[in-house]
């Protein structure tokens, strides 16, 4: 009823590439940013900040990231952690040798060293592909593990090879407490899904689409393999590489390679499935999905009466993690945001479904 | 020069046992065209079901040889009935699709059983005792100084990895439901238009493949302990298929042994000078090498791509 | 489809109230109630360590709850949260329980990367982390972190008591020289960390020290061992954890190297890393924390106020008095002890805030009359914490598997500080320096 676009007409073409067509999602659009600025940092606890926000914020851009690989590209990866841990450590590094970086910037160098890292990674994807670029990837999650493990210049000799950032500043404002470290992670997550939001409707998007769909017809019709490839894998890792900085400085404070693991890179793979390949709004959903299961889990039974063990909650976890990739997989392969468009296109005809 | 044997001979053994794991890989690709990754945890299911009950079974029998015996059997059973399921609720209704699609759906079955095993089964360590000698033999010892070591369960392990691969390779040359895999993995089209069951043929498969990794589990479970972590040795096994050849039983078996031997020598004489524990990825390397110049692996079939 | 983004950042709303319905504040407790919050893996890799470990930690505040009616009065009340040995799960469970119950007494976060991450935000929380047994080790030095407490010794002393027991069974330090040591260690933050203090040990003692790293999980060490058997090391000093320690040992039965001449650290030293090895494992070695392997009478309170009314965490009774569970239970004991002391300062039978405990726990002075009455007499010596010292006490023993179960088999050992103390002083010098953190003076507290 109130979600109708009669009488909304696009009289130029500026009008019809808007990523808001309707004027409803515009307002709705400027009212959750609004909300999510002025709002949230005022209302939400510091729990609440700090366990579920900063954490939902990050890991979905770094499902962003993934999803171009993945999802638009059709480049599977499974060293997602290791591209986030580039981004981290060189973040770090950059901070500690050269102190005078300021703090947008380095997060910034770390994305683009991870960006590199990447693209190298990435090379072997010109000549392979499905699985055994899958494993590729996996040489790279090895390999990269080993090496912050390995290289004590990479930790700056640190005892333990645990690394751990000093008191934050952005531009001279303090970043200490929950909210400042919220909306901070907040700029960068609207900035780059608007960024990915355009990219992908740009040639070089349709490109990564159309090597997605077939890369031999797509090369047969004169896109550069390499090129759309490549560029996926660069722009992938940069946004993977800038929230693996964030992680690290923004939630953990301090990490070792095992913030970075195997483990991470398939709970980011879950939440784009679950989400929605190729769909970026769908790396939002997964991402708030997977933060938020465990804490249902742990909190919610709780809540009936029924405590369920913190061991059993956590393998309930693992088999409902899994059964709903499988379901996913079955019943709705382009995942929650599938679900969301459908919601959408039944309440633009509601309460009047003909 | 008794130590270079010594570590080749480690490496070796290392790589039936990896060759073991990766069985179970090809068996699934080269039948279903979906390439496994809950293999680890279907070792690790198997492991904890054998593990669970031969302790029950022997305290039952009394015997060590019957207990295990009647708890093998039980576990194959299970695997079995794990392969029927994973048949109905997932493969039957993912026909057709895309292999990262499958390979994604397998990931989902990885969490199910990691979960459901540890729920069910218990998250201590248990142990599976079929009576493997452990104490090592010291060969040569004339001849190189303290002998060159060899260990008797690698060797019955590798005794058993020969026997298995013999019988499966009787099974597929041999026997009807051999021909229909065979016909299956060749072309599931095909194969159905001249009448073979697909479902079935993908439950046999799924068993066998069940099966395999019992066996994986029982050798690994009672070198190691049987506990969550045992599921991990399926990413170490990974590169010994993918330079293998996804389809070739035989590259199985030799990519095991080259990714067994690369590994260790690669650990002992290259691993003291970057601080160590270059053995993992080293052997990914290894296999991506090999991928490059054949994107196929060893032994796999070329795949020739039409628009 | 060009509409996701907008959706997108409605889904975010959507997550947002969900999640504000979920944690709807907690209630602050009662002031009769003392909440400690207890960080546990019951999953994952290091379970079969993790599960005793966790048992013992609550098997002794029920005992104190039963028993004495908690402590002066007061009720102690505990929430359990699952990290399986994940920094982030840990982070959250940190930010989740700190506020609870009118704040989380003290966070033993069972984990080195938990406490790396928790620890720099402890200080602005004001919430203590006491991180017995694990570190980090230079975290002794209670001038740079204050909030932090890594009672009865760290890794870097328990490596100087491994080596004087390794010493004295070589008959004398001077024997070490030009000797050959190996560190297999789990390769994380885990095993790194007792590198620097072995290094420093070589350095004095003249030995040559190996290091061998071991992927985790380290269920594959085969070129480990034969390494090992190739350089002949006189001893193998075992940094392990989980499924490491028994693949270990097996290993080294398998090239043949004496299990006599390995030492495991404390984690790598429970009943769950042998027990199924039995006589394979016959001689190995660890080091305790205390005296954590023998049986005092606090095990026998546990097993009358708890498990005697069905009240134990354990599965089977034969639990309690093994070496993680009663790990547990020095745990939990000091943090007794330290709501204890805090109470005294600031009012007895009343519940104390995270910053009193921290109080308690710095100026903790539990004598060896007080541990007959607590019944941890011949299980511990005594501790006393000040502003400078943070550990307390670094008394150890030296226990071995006789194929069944473990015997004490040394003497006490006290860390030899003249080593320690400049690794300690150095590495909190350079956190201080990294965190621009102005270390507090002791000598005016």
């Known amino acids: ?354 | 020069m008794g130590f270079f044997i010594e570590t080749l001979l480690g490496g070796l053994m290392t790589g039936v046992l990896y060759a073991l794991i990766g069985l179970g890989f090809v068996l699934i690709f080269k039948a279903s065209g979906v390439f496994n990754f809950a293999q680890g945890a279907m070792v690790l299911v198997a492991a904890l079901a054998m593990a669970r009950f031969s302790a029950w079974a022997i305290e039952l029998t009394g015997s060590m040889l019957f207990g295990n015996v009647i708890a093998f059997f039980m576990s194959v059973a299970f695997m079995i009935a794990l392969a029927i399921a994973i048949e109905r609720l997932v493969l039957r209704h993912l026909v057709n699709q895309e292999l990262t699609t499958l390979l994604m759906a397998t990931l989902g079955i990885t969490y199910v059983l990691d979960g459901l095993g540890q729920t069910v089964f218990g998250s201590s360590v248990y142990t599976i005792d079929v009576g493997m000698p452990k104490e090592p033999l010291f060969l040569f010892q004339d001849v190189f100084e303290g002998g060159i070591l060899l260990n008797p369960d690698d060797l019955i392990a590798a005794l058993v990895g020969a026997a298995l691969v013999a019988a499966l390779a009787l099974l597929f040359q041999y026997t009807k439901v051999g021909r229909a895999l065979r016909a299956v993995a060749d072309d599931h089209q095909a194969a159905q238009s001249v009448g073979i069951p697909l479902g079935r043929i993908w439950v046999v498969v799924w068993s066998v493949a069940g099966v395999v990794a019992l066996v994986a589990g029982i050798v690994w479970g009672s070198k190691l302990g049987v506990q969550f972590s045992l599921s991990t040795v399926a990413l170490r096994a990974l590169p010994v298929v993918i330079l293998g050849g996804l389809t070739s039983v035989p590259g199985a078996i030799l990519g095991g042994l080259i990714i067994g031997v690369g590994e260790k020598l690669s650990e002992v004489y290259l691993g003291s000078f970057v601080g160590g524990g270059i053995e993992v990825w080293f052997a990914y390397a290894l296999a991506l090498l090999v991928l490059l110049v054949r994107p196929e692996g060893l032994f796999g079939e070329k795949h020739i791509d039409r628009v | ?445």
């Open chain 1, 1 to 354: 009823m109130f979600y109708r676009e009669n009488g909304q007409f696009k009289a130029s073409y500026v009008e019809d590439l808007r990523i808001f067509k309707v004027t409803q999602d515009r307002v709705a659009v400027l009212a959750l940013v609004a909300i999510a600025v002025l709002l949230v940092p005022m209302l939400a606890s510091d729990y609440l900040l700090r366990a579920v926000l900063i954490p939902f914020l990050i890991l979905s851009l770094a499902a962003i990231g993934l999803n171009i690989l993945v999802g638009y590209c059709g480049q599977i990866s499974l060293g997602t952690g290791a591209f986030m841990a580039v981004g981290a450590y060189a973040a770090w590094n950059i901070g500690v040798r050269i102190p005078e970086v300021p703090l947008l910037v380095q997060i910034l160098l770390g994305g683009l060293c991870a960006t590199a890292v990447g693209v190298v990674f990435g090379i072997p994807s010109l000549r392979l592909r499905g699985l055994y670029l899958a494993v590729s990837t996996l040489a790279a999650q090895f390999f990269l593990d080993w090496a912050f493990l390995r290289i004590p210049a990479l930790t700056n000799h640190s005892a333990s090879g645990s690394v751990s950032v000093g008191t934050l500043s952005f531009f001279g404002l303090p970043l200490e407490s929950a909210w400042q470290k919220y909306l901070f992670c907040l700029g960068f997550v609207v900035v780059f899904a608007v960024i990915a939001k355009n990219l992908v409707r740009t040639t070089t998007g349709r490109q990564w689409m159309a090597i997605r769909d077939m890369d031999i017809a797509a090369g047969v019709i004169g896109i550069r393999p390499a090129y759309a490839k490549l560029t996926a894998f660069a722009v992938s890792s940069f946004i993977v590489g800038v929230s693996g900085a964030l992680w690290g400085f923004m939630h953990l404070g301090a990490w070792e390679p095992l913030a970075f693991s195997l483990d991470r890179s398939f709970q980011l793979l879950f939440m784009i499935i679950i989400g929605g390949l190729g769909s970026i709004v769908g790396s939002f959903f997964g991402a708030a999905f997977i933060v938020l299961l465990p804490i249902v889990l742990t909190n919610v039974p709780a809540l009936f009466g029924l405590p369920l063990s913190v061991d059993t909650a956590v393998h309930l976890e693992h088999i409902i993690f899994g059964s709903l990739i499988v379901i996913f997989l079955i019943a709705e392969p382009h995942g929650l945001a599938r679900l969301w468009s459908i919601g959408r296109e039944k309440l633009r005809l509601w309460p009047f479904p003909y």
């Open chain 3, 1 to 445: 489809m060009n509409t996701k983004f907008a959706h997108g950042i409605r889904g975010l709303a959507v997550a947002g109230t969900m999640a504000f319905a979920l944690t709807a504040p907690s209630i602050a407790a009662a002031q009769s109630e003392q909440f400690i919050p207890l960080l546990v893996y019951r999953t994952g890799s290091f379970a079969p360590l993790g599960i005793p470990w966790a048992n013992g930690k609550l098997d002794y505040l029920k005992m104190i709850n039963e028993r004495d009616g908690g402590i002066n009065g007061v009720k102690m009340v505990y929430e359990e949260c699952e990290t399986a040995y994940n920094t982030d799960r840990g982070v959250e469970c940190y930010e989740r329980l700190k506020t609870k119950g009118g704040g989380g007494s003290l966070f033993d976060t069972q984990s080195t990367g938990i406490t790396y991450a928790v620890m720099d935000k402890a200080p602005l929380d004001k919430v203590p982390v006491m991180t017995m047994g694990y570190g980090r080790s230079d975290s002794a030095d209670g001038s740079v972190f204050p909030w932090s407490f890594p009672l009865l010794g760290t890794y870097w002393t328990a490596s100087d008591i491994i080596v004087q027991d390794i010493a004295k069974k070589m008959g004398g330090v001077d024997k070490l020289k030009g000797k050959k040591l190996a560190l297999v260690y789990h390769d994380s933050p885990y095993g790194k960390e007792p590198i620097t203090a072995l290094q420093a040990l070589a350095r004095k003692h003249g030995f040559e020290l190996m290091l061998l790293p071991v992927i985790a999980p380290g269920v594959e060490q085969k070129s480990t061992w034969l390494q090992i058997r190739q350089q002949r090391p006189e001893y193998v000093i075992l940094w392990a954890a989980g499924i490491m320690t028994p693949t270990s040992i097996r290993e080294a039965q398998a090239t043949g190297f004496p299990r006599e001449k390995i030492y495991g650290i404390w984690w790598a030293g429970s009943e769950s890393d042998v027990r199924d090895l039995g006589a394979t494992a016959k001689g190995y070695n660890a080091i305790a924390i205390q005296g954590s392997a023998d049986y005092g009478k606090a095990h026998d309170d546990i097993l009358k106020y708890v498990y005697d009314k069905n009240q134990g965490s354990a599965d089977s009774r034969a639990e309690v008095g093994t070496v993680a569970h009663t790990r547990g239970m020095m745990i939990q004991m000091l943090t007794v002890e330290a709501i204890r002391t805090a109470q005294e300062k600031y009012g007895k039978g009343k519940a104390v805030t995270p910053e009193q405990v921290r109080w308690g726990l710095e100026n903790l002075d539990i004598s060896q009359a007080r541990l007959d009455e607590l019944g941890f007499g011949n299980l511990m010596r005594p501790v006393k914490t000040s502003c400078a010292d943070h550990m307390g006490s670094s008394w150890a023993r030296i226990i071995t598997w006789n194929g069944d179960k473990y015997e004490t088999t040394s003497d006490w050992y006290e860390a030899d500080m003249s080593v320690i103390d400049p690794l300690v002083k150095a590495g909190a010098d350079k956190y201080a320096k990294e965190k621009g953190i102005t270390p507090r003076d002791c000598s005016k507290e």
